[in-house]
């Protein structure tokens, strides 16, 4: 009787020590297609979001992961309007964002990366150079653990996680059988990995499908405004301005403030004010500030060329528009001709 005891305890801890060491390989054999997949659409390393992925959720364990299906500890912030549950994590009680889906929370993940500006040196490094990515993403403040970059290489070289930014997203579930060859053995991996058998019946099939109004067609034009929209963002560089040093950008494609704002972290109305602006629609070339611009131009004249208006010439020199119209002794809304000179620092002299 104390032999079978002394069995059956062995046997159960043994199972109970093979499912804890196993969580992590098992998170990489569901998750690893999702990763590469994300690589493909936002260029960022396969092993570096799978590292990520696996440390925050301790190899899918975590209650974030399994009640939220949030992977990466993304909190709410202001712009999310989904599902949200409450975490202690920094300070106690806070809100996180939950997902229908852990793969959204893998898109939610290369989106903010893609989108915030701390990130966005990140996008000039080699996307095969993890270790690059690691230490810019603790050099960027994505973590307080003065270890995190150690931590995330260590994941990805004890599981080879590199290997997964070699390959595309129809080859992904092939690596994973290669790197784990007892899952020829695992019907749904293998039903993941063979193709649908085709229906071969002589009589033509008639599949209703209901209609949704988030349709998969819908869904892959959000990816695409998503995937434009960081592209935008990340060709943005904050220049400075002759005329006193202003910070200014020059709007790469046609966007809109929104955008903008969230980037930079300002409000929507104080970019609107800074630059006289009387619609949220930006244009291709159009020249922003992100400070209010000044009382006076760094030039004490210029010739207005043909097609400009007094905006045009507010936004070129970094004056604010209500000044202009004053030193130019011009009504607001007044067009200045070709060649004319259009005062800068005094006003004009009156006739």
Same mark, same amino acid.
Not at 87 to 101: I, K, L, M, S
Not at 222 to 232: C, G, L, Q
């Given at each position: 009787?104390?032999?079978?005891?002394?069995?059956?305890?062995?046997?159960?801890?043994?199972?109970?020590?093979?499912?804890?060491?196993?969580?992590?390989?098992?998170?990489?054999?569901?998750?690893?297609?999702?990763?590469?997949?994300?690589?493909? &659409?936002?260029? @960022?390393?396969?092993?570096?979001?799978?590292?990520?992925? +696996?440390?925050?959720?301790?190899?899918?364990?975590?209650?974030?992961?399994?009640?939220?299906?949030?992977?990466?500890?993304?909190?709410?912030?202001?712009?999310?309007?989904?599902?949200?549950?409450?975490?202690?994590?920094?300070?106690?009680?806070?809100?996180?964002?939950?997902?229908?889906?852990?793969?959204?929370?893998?898109?939610?993940?290369?989106?903010?990366?893609?989108?915030?500006?701390?990130?966005? /040196?990140?996008?000039? +490094?080699?996307?095969?150079?993890?270790?690059?990515?690691?230490?810019? +993403?603790?050099?960027?403040?994505?973590?307080?653990?003065?270890?995190?970059?150690?931590? $995330?290489?260590?994941?990805?070289?004890?599981? &080879? *996680?590199?290997?997964?930014?070699?390959?595309?997203? &129809?080859?992904?579930?092939?690596?994973? $059988?290669?790197?784990?060859?007892?899952?020829?053995?695992?019907?749904?991996?293998?039903?993941? $990995?063979?193709?649908?058998? /085709?229906?071969?019946?002589?009589?033509?099939?008639?599949?209703?499908?209901?209609?949704?109004?988030?349709?998969?067609?819908?869904?892959?034009?959000?990816?695409?405004?998503?995937?434009?929209?960081?592209?935008?963002?990340?060709?943005?560089?904050?220049?400075?301005?002759?005329?006193?040093?202003?910070?200014?950008?020059? @709007?790469?494609?046609?966007?809109?403030?929104?955008?903008?704002?969230?980037?930079?972290?300002?409000?929507?109305? &104080?970019?609107?004010?800074?630059?006289?602006?009387?619609?949220?629609? *930006?244009?291709?070339?159009?020249?922003?500030?992100?400070?209010?611009?000044?009382?006076?131009?760094?030039?004490?004249?210029?010739?207005?060329?043909?097609?400009?208006?007094?905006?045009?010439?507010?936004?070129?020199?970094?004056?604010?528009?209500?000044?202009?119209?004053?030193?130019?002794?011009?009504?607001?809304?007044?067009?200045?001709?070709?060649?004319?000179?259009?005062?800068?620092?005094?006003?004009?002299?009156?006739?």
């Amino acid at each position: 009787m104390k032999r079978l005891f002394l069995l059956v305890s062995f046997l159960v801890l043994s199972k109970f020590s093979a499912q804890t060491w196993a969580s992590e390989d098992q998170y990489i054999q569901k998750f690893a297609q999702y990763a590469v997949e994300e690589m493909e &659409k936002y260029k @960022i390393p396969a092993s570096i979001t799978l590292a990520q992925g +696996l440390l925050e959720t301790g190899g899918g364990q975590s209650r974030l992961a399994l009640e939220g299906k949030n992977h990466f500890g993304i909190k709410c912030k202001e712009d999310w309007t989904g599902k949200t549950m409450k975490h202690t994590d920094d300070a106690p009680n806070e809100c996180f964002r939950v997902y229908d889906d852990p793969k959204q929370s893998y898109e939610d993940h290369s989106v903010f990366l893609a989108t915030r500006k701390y990130y966005t /040196k990140l996008f000039d +490094l080699d996307m095969k150079d993890y270790k690059a990515w690691a230490h810019g +993403l603790k050099k960027a403040g994505y973590a307080t653990n003065p270890r995190y970059a150690s931590i $995330l290489i260590g994941k990805i070289e004890r599981y &080879k *996680l590199y290997e997964f930014d070699e390959v595309n997203s &129809k080859e992904v579930l092939y690596a994973v $059988l290669k790197k784990y060859p007892d899952l020829k053995d695992d019907r749904s991996f293998m039903a993941r $990995l063979e193709p649908s058998k /085709k229906i071969t019946k002589t009589e033509p099939v008639t599949v209703k499908v209901p209609y949704k109004p988030t349709s998969y067609a819908q869904q892959q034009k959000r990816v695409e405004r998503i995937k434009t929209n960081a592209e935008i963002l990340n060709s943005i560089l904050i220049k400075s301005h002759p005329n006193g040093g202003l910070k200014y950008i020059v @709007i790469p494609q046609d966007t809109n403030i929104q955008l903008i704002a969230n980037k930079f972290k300002i409000s929507e109305s &104080k970019i609107i004010k800074w630059n006289d602006l009387q619609s949220d629609v *930006l244009k291709k070339d159009d020249i922003l500030f992100l400070e209010s611009k000044n009382s006076n131009g760094n030039t004490p004249t210029y010739k207005a060329e043909l097609g400009e208006d007094m905006h045009d010439i507010a936004q070129k020199f970094g004056v604010k528009l209500n000044k202009l119209y004053a030193k130019n002794r011009m009504d607001e809304g007044q067009k200045p001709s070709a060649g004319q000179l259009i005062y800068l620092i005094d006003k004009k002299p009156r006739n």
